[in-house]
């Protein structure tokens, strides 16, 4: 049994005695992962829960409790688990093979979608995952302009490789992360998350930077958001100043709407990064955008302009059962209001959480923008009306932060309620939550609180 967390705590006990088919592979887990874990965001102390199946906006752990999934594979199911018209495509992609190692027609309907989908995809490159996608897309980046850096706005994430692992939630300095040579993570400029003039003043002095990379609703999906007039003003000032738009819509491409927040706000970077919904639960991802840029991939325009091309493989790219999958989502998207439910669910979903916040008398706040929540732990202390909180004023650091444990705590009480949240703490919703989700969402967080006011942690 691990023992890393007090188990004195009520919430702890109860979690155990709940989850004890949960913790026995959690300690078999160990044995075989670092932490036992499989990816950063699964990690929960004493341990997390395992999943044998989910259906719809609901999942079921080894020990055979129901649980309202606001995880949403990591923001990937827009449409929830298991669409039935999704799993039909892939049933039959899986049918014809799992990878033909030569083109097909799926990723060519693929293609047209998020062509059709995406305002600034004059040209696609797929990839495996979102991570890679960023990475092309610095290359790309820097092979059109002939320049090295790159500006990168902190807490935002763009996953793992080299270029960006510092930033995200230290080395807001520009130091570089562990593993990473300092040379390479001196080639990203670290910026204040709001500061436009910080932009300004950097891209006046430096004429070596080659792109610009954010979340356009900002950090998390917004927990450090963006306000829309700062992508209005970023837009201008890299196109001015002849420096590449990065758009990383991995978790907002066809969430936020259709178009992702491009369509939303009205601004067309030069590239887009995707992944997540893009292929319907499954693994892939993808570099979009102006064609002039991506033609450093084409084989026929590297030669007539006597270059050397960016070579780009990948085993996986636009794998057939990924396609299959992202076609059948994206034509849902393309069709129906999606993207409208979900944002209205967690427009819904917010203020009665703040209203528990204050029923319960607890300086908290929860909020957020189009199908996302996040709940603010108030780190620093401050006076905070939960039904009146403006997250712009207070510093970006303090979004970002959680006083140590409050979080495990308030993720193992939520479990015992029936719900799974994240670890921002926070979530995302779907398509295909409903009002009954809803209502036990807001009755497991008032419980959840009161156990927490229980413990004294509140």
Not at 320 to 345: F, K, M, Q, R, W
Request: net charge negative; glycine share 10%; with cysteine.
């Amino acid at each position: 049994m691990n023992e890393a967390f007090p188990s004195n705590s009520e919430i702890v006990a109860s979690y155990r005695a709940k989850t004890a088919s949960s913790e026995r592979l959690a300690d078999e887990a160990r044995h075989l992962f670092p932490s036992g874990i499989t990816h950063d965001s699964r990690h929960l102390q004493p341990y997390g829960i395992y999943v044998t199946r989910a259906q719809g906006s609901h999942k079921w752990d080894v020990d055979g409790h129901e649980y309202v999934d606001c995880f949403g594979g990591h923001g990937a199911l827009l449409l929830g688990h298991n669409h039935p018209r999704v799993l039909a495509a892939v049933r039959d992609a899986l049918a014809h093979g799992t990878h033909f190692g030569s083109n097909h027609v799926l990723e060519l309907r693929w293609g047209q979608l998020v062509q059709r989908l995406m305002p600034g995809a004059e040209r696609i490159r797929f990839t495996s995952s979102g991570t890679e996608a960023t990475h092309l897309a610095l290359r790309l980046a820097r092979a059109h302009t002939g320049r090295r850096k790159f500006l990168r706005f902190n807490t935002h994430f763009h996953g793992w490789h080299d270029q960006v692992a510092s930033g995200y939630n230290a080395h807001f300095d520009g130091s570089p992360a562990p593993g990473v040579l300092p040379e390479v993570a001196r080639m990203a400029v670290p910026l204040h998350p709001w500061d436009i003039d910080q932009v300004r003043t950097v891209l006046a002095g430096d004429n070596d930077v080659a792109a610009a990379i954010l979340e356009p609703t900002g950090a998390t999906f917004g927990m450090v958001p963006t306000r829309p007039e700062f992508l209005t003003a970023l837009r201008e000032l890299t196109a001015e100043h002849g420096v590449v738009l990065i758009f990383d819509e991995v978790v907002t491409g066809f969430r936020v709407a259709p178009g992702g927040a491009q369509a939303r706000f009205g601004v067309t970077p030069d590239l887009t990064t995707l992944a997540k919904i893009l292929s319907g639960g499954l693994p892939g991802g993808a570099v979009v955008g102006r064609k002039e840029i991506l033609d450093h991939i084409d084989f026929a325009v590297a030669e007539s302009r006597g270059r050397e091309r960016i070579q780009h493989q990948g085993t996986y790219n636009a794998n057939p059962l990924s396609a299959a999958a992202g076609v059948a989502a994206l034509e849902i998207i393309a069709e129906g209001d999606a993207c409208e439910t979900a944002n209205a669910y967690a427009t819904a979903l917010r203020p009665r959480l703040n209203e528990v916040l204050e029923e319960q008398g607890v300086a908290w706040a929860v909020y957020g923008t189009f199908s996302a929540f996040h709940v603010f732990t108030n780190p620093g202390n401050r006076d905070v009306k939960p039904t009146a909180f403006d997250p712009f004023d207070h510093p970006f650091e303090d979004l970002r932060n959680n006083r140590p444990g409050i979080v495990a705590k308030l993720r193992m009480a939520m479990l015992l309620g029936g719900v799974d949240i994240t670890g921002w703490p926070g979530g995302t919703n779907s398509a295909v939550h409903t009002a009954d989700d809803l209502e036990r969402t807001v009755a497991a967080f008032r419980e959840a609180v009161v156990m927490l006011k229980r413990e004294g942690e509140l």
